[in-house]
C-alpha cells in the first residue's frame, strides 16, 4: 500500500515537471516569434491588380498574367498579413493612366502617389515593377433589355390580382461588346412558384443572366423585386346593348338579340363601380363572311379592373329587308 503511494507521488511530480517544462518551450518560442516579427525586413510581394472606375463606354479585356511586383520594407507585423490573403492593388481607370487607340496604360510614376495611399505609414514602397503596364481594351456597346417574369401562381378560389404584376426595375442596362449585347433581347428572372395566393405578393427574385465566362458583360441588376395587389373577387353580370357597325349605305338589317349579357369577374371593392355604360358590344359588317347570316360579337370597350369578360352569345342573326 504504501509502495503505491510512493510511486503515484512520484508520478505526478515528474509530470508537473514535463509540463513546465512544455510551457516553458511554448513561451520561448511566442517571444522569439514576436522577437523576429518586430524586426523590419524587404521583401518582394506580388499583387494581383484590382481595375476600378472603368468608363461605362469601355471594356477592359482580362489578362490575368498582369500583376505588380512591389518590393516593401516594414516590420513582420505588417508584411505577415500578405501571406495569409492574396494581395491585391487597386488601379483607377479614371486618374493617373493614360489610354491611346488600343491601350490604357499605366506607369509608376504617375501612378504612384495612388498606390502609396493603399499602404499604411509604417510601410515603405522601395520598388516596383514592372514599371509600365498596358491594358487592351474595346468600346463598349450598352443596350437596355426588358425583365420578363417566369411565375406560376395560384389563387385560393376568389382571389386573384386586381392589376399586373410589377416588376422593379422593368429592364435592365446590359453593358460589353455589341457582338454579345446584340444578341440578348431579352433577361428572364427564375421561375417561381406561389402557391395558395390570398394576399399581396411582395418578393426578390434573381435573374438568369446569361454566360458571362471572361467576365466581358456586366449587368446594373442580377436581382428584382416583384408587387402584386391581391383582392378577393366576385364574377358580375350587365345587359350592354350590341351595335352594328359599318353597314352599307344601300341595306338596312335587322338583327338579333339587340343586348347581350356580359359576364366578367372584378374586385369586390370595385364591383359597385362597374356600369353596363363602360362596356360597348360591336359587330363589324365589313368582317362578314360571305354566305354567312350572322355576325360576330366583339367587345370594343370594356370596365377597367375587370378581367375574364365572356358574352352570353357568339352569334348575332341577322336578314336584310327589301
Request: aromatic share 10%.
Amino acid at each position: 500500500m504504501l509502495k503505491q503511494i510512493k510511486t503515484h507521488i512520484l508520478s505526478s511530480f515528474k509530470s508537473k515537471k514535463i509540463n513546465v517544462f512544455l510551457l516553458f518551450v511554448l513561451l520561448s518560442f511566442v517571444v522569439l516569434i514576436v522577437l523576429k516579427l518586430s524586426n523590419t525586413y524587404t521583401n518582394t510581394i506580388t499583387f494581383e491588380i484590382n481595375k476600378i472606375q472603368i468608363p461605362e463606354k469601355h471594356l477592359v479585356l482580362n489578362n490575368h498574367s498582369q500583376k505588380l511586383h512591389i518590393t516593401l520594407r516594414s516590420q513582420g507585423f505588417n508584411l505577415l498579413k500578405y501571406y495569409f490573403n492574396k494581395p491585391q492593388i487597386n488601379i483607377d481607370f479614371s486618374q493617373h493612366i493614360t489610354r491611346n487607340k488600343d491601350f490604357y496604360v499605366w506607369n509608376k510614376h504617375q501612378g504612384f502617389s495612388e498606390l502609396n495611399l493603399q499602404f499604411s505609414k509604417n510601410e515603405e514602397i522601395i520598388s516596383i515593377t514592372p514599371d509600365t503596364l498596358k491594358f487592351r481594351y474595346d468600346v463598349n456597346a450598352i443596350k437596355k433589355v426588358p425583365v420578363k417574369l417566369q411565375a406560376k401562381l395560384q389563387f385560393i378560389k376568389g382571389f386573384d390580382l386586381l392589376d399586373s404584376i410589377k416588376i422593379v426595375p422593368d429592364s435592365i442596362k446590359i453593358i460589353g461588346p455589341e457582338i454579345l449585347v446584340s444578341e440578348i433581347a431579352f433577361i428572364e428572372t427564375d421561375s417561381i412558384e406561389i402557391k395558395e395566393v390570398k394576399s399581396d405578393i411582395n418578393s426578390v427574385i434573381k435573374l438568369k443572366l446569361p454566360t458571362n465566362k471572361n467576365g466581358n458583360l456586366s449587368f446594373s441588376n442580377t436581382k428584382v423585386a416583384i408587387h402584386g395587389d391581391v383582392d378577393k373577387f366576385t364574377e358580375g353580370h350587365l345587359k350592354v346593348p350590341v351595335n352594328v357597325i359599318n353597314i352599307p349605305e344601300n341595306l338596312t338589317i335587322k338583327y338579333f338579340p339587340k343586348k347581350l349579357y356580359v359576364t366578367y369577374y372584378t374586385s369586390l371593392s370595385n364591383y359597385a363601380k362597374v356600369q353596363a355604360s363602360d362596356f360597348e358590344i360591336v359587330c363589324d359588317y365589313n368582317k362578314l363572311k360571305n354566305g354567312s347570316d350572322f355576325l360576330i360579337p366583339e367587345i370594343a370597350k370594356k370596365a377597367e379592373k375587370v378581367k375574364h369578360i365572356k358574352l352570353s352569345h357568339e352569334h348575332i342573326e341577322f336578314i336584310i329587308l327589301e
